[in-house]
Every structure is written in C-alpha cells, then in structure tokens.
C-alpha cells in the first residue's frame, strides 16, 4: 500500500505565472473544505509525487494558469531527488477534455512568463504572429520539455481524454486507462490537421491515426490498449490505487537507470522521425489557422463550442460513464 498523500499548498511564485498570480490555493465561501482554485495540486507518496490537474467543473480544460502550474509541478518533481516517479491525473470525471476555449477562465490573452522556448510574448502581438508565438510556447514547446523530464510519468485517465488532454496523455511514459476513458482528436472538423503535438502515427499505426483524424470519433480504451496507445485497462475505481501500485514497482529501479532508459527510448523514436514530424505537423496545424482566418470567422473556422458540439453529434451521444459529450474545452 502507499503511504497517505501529503498535499503541500504552500505560495511559490516562480517563471510562467502571469504578473503578480502565485500558487496559493484560493476559497471562497461555500466551498467544500479543502475545495481550492489552484488549477493543479501536487503530492507526495514515498518515492511517488502525482501531479493532479484541478478543474473539474470544466472537465480539466487547459489554460495557461493550468499549463505553466503543471510546468512549475514537474519541475519540483524533476528538482526533488527523494522522486522516483510522477503521475499525471485528473481531478473528478474526466482526465482532460482539451484546451480551454470557452470557460470563465480561459486567458489566451494574458502574459506568462515562458519557460518553454524564447518566443517573444503573444499577448501584445497580432494574427499569425500572436497564436504562433503563444502556441509554440504553452503547446508545443511545453509538451516536448515535459517529454524529456528525466524520471518516469504515469499518466492515469478515466472519462474524456480529448484534443489537448491527448498532448498530456502522450508526452508520458505510460499510460493507465480506466474502462471508461475514452480518446479522441476532433479538431479536424475545424480544418486543422489535428494537436499541435501531433504524435498520432508515432503512438498508433499511420492508418488507424488516418481514421481517428479523419472521423473525429472516440477510441476506447480497450481499443487504444489493443493498438498499444495505453499500457494497462483497470475499472474506474481502481484507476489510482493501480497506477499506485505500478509507480511504487519502477520507483525500485535505479534513478539513473530509468532517466538513461526513458532517454534511450526518446531518442528511437526521434530517429524515427518523431521531432521533425512535430515541426513539419505544427506548421501545417498553423497554414490551417491563417486560412481559416482569411476564409472564416476566426481561426478555429467558426468552430465554437456549439458548433462543434452539433458537428460531433456530442449533444445526443454519451461515453460509458453516462455523462453527456460536451466539447466545452476542446481547442486546436
């Protein structure tokens, strides 16, 4: 068994906050005690720091407050020499359902501090220049750093792990699904060749990622294990103390051992091509804003929240967890 959860909630203002914004959990009244405002919470568990992103009344969609709190988080579990592994969870529902595109707190607009690349700030800029600098930073450029941290991630993803939520589930190392979880990339719809970290035909075959592109539709989880996206299948109810159980098992490991072996393995899947694609994919995903934005009504091809919901047929259809599919946060 693992040892209890020590949750520390302490204020640390560091790089990728916006100006003057800290760590400090925020309550209000009526909430429930220990409910928090912080879009991430960090614990510990031995050898175990798990990494849980915190909004779940809008099914964990990815702000940048969300972003460069994650980014803080796995830099702390990297810094910590008594962390062997990390987990990426999701609080409540649903792993991730994407980028926020249209919560109260979305904040696209807004200035961080980047920590991922030395693209210039996105918020006083305009048209291509301002969404190409923002996203090399908070989508690109942060998933390939949080790739490369030098120690085991876990991702473990019950209900609506969508578009952006798949960019979290694939930078780590290993990937626990519940029975419930369900994948899917549906930006297609807007006209946009998928994620901005397209590693679709690296992580399931080319045509497989073809038809999961093409259709927008969900994969289950037990379709993604029989393609070899996730590693395991457990219920939803065992989803944690599962992932627990295998983060304990590498933590035995050597520290170097597992750093030089994730590293190895990284650097296959590059020689097969796996950073060029990136690059060449993130290109394509932005020639797809410019035209929408010439053609359309914005850059997403006038693909809203309720659009896409109408296009996806969402409104109607429901995952296994009985919940109605509502893309709020899905954003290329």
Not at 24 to 33: C, E, K, L, N
Not at 67 to 75: E, G, I, M, N, Q
């Amino acid at each position: 068994m693992m040892p209890a959860a020590h949750e520390d909630e302490n204020p640390v203002r560091r790089p990728g906050h916006a100006p003057g914004a800290t760590d400090a959990p925020v309550r209000h009244p009526g909430q429930a005690p220990g409910a928090t405002d912080a879009p991430v919470r960090y614990s510990l568990q031995g050898p175990v720091a798990t990494v849980t992103m915190n909004r779940p009344e809008y099914r964990n969609a990815q702000n940048s407050a969300m972003t460069y709190a994650l980014d803080r988080a796995f830099y702390r579990a990297a810094d910590d020499d008594e962390v062997k592994v990390v987990v990426l969870a999701g609080e409540g529902r649903h792993f991730s359902a994407g980028h926020d595109i249209g919560s109260p707190g979305r904040d696209a607009h807004l200035p961080f501090d980047r920590a991922a690349g030395l693209w210039w700030d996105h918020s006083d800029k305009a048209g291509a220049e301002q969404r190409y600098a923002r996203e090399s930073e908070v989508y690109l450029g942060m998933c390939r750093r949080w790739r490369e941290l030098p120690k085991p991630v876990i991702a473990a993803v019950q209900g609506a792990c969508v578009a952006g939520g798949l960019m979290l589930a694939w930078i780590c190392d290993l990937i626990v699904a519940a029975e419930d979880a369900f994948f899917a990339d549906p930006v297609v719809r807007m006209g946009i060749p998928g994620v901005e970290y397209f590693a679709h035909p690296w992580v399931m075959p080319p045509r497989i990622a073809k038809e999961f592109l093409y259709t927008g539709d969900r994969m289950s989880a037990r379709r993604a294990y029989e393609l070899g996206m996730v590693n395991r299948v457990v219920p939803q109810h065992e989803l944690a103390y599962q992932t627990g159980e295998l983060a304990l098992r590498i933590a035995a490991m050597p520290r170097l051992g597992l750093a030089l072996t994730k590293r190895a393995v990284n650097q296959a899947e590059d020689l097969q091509g796996l950073h060029p694609g990136l690059d060449s994919a993130f290109a394509l995903h932005h020639l797809a804003h410019a035209h929408n934005a010439e053609t359309a009504t914005d850059p997403l091809g006038g693909m809203d929240l309720d659009a896409m919901r109408r296009s996806s047929g969402a409104a109607t259809r429901r995952p296994s967890g009985g919940e109605p599919a509502n893309p709020r946060a899905a954003e290329a």
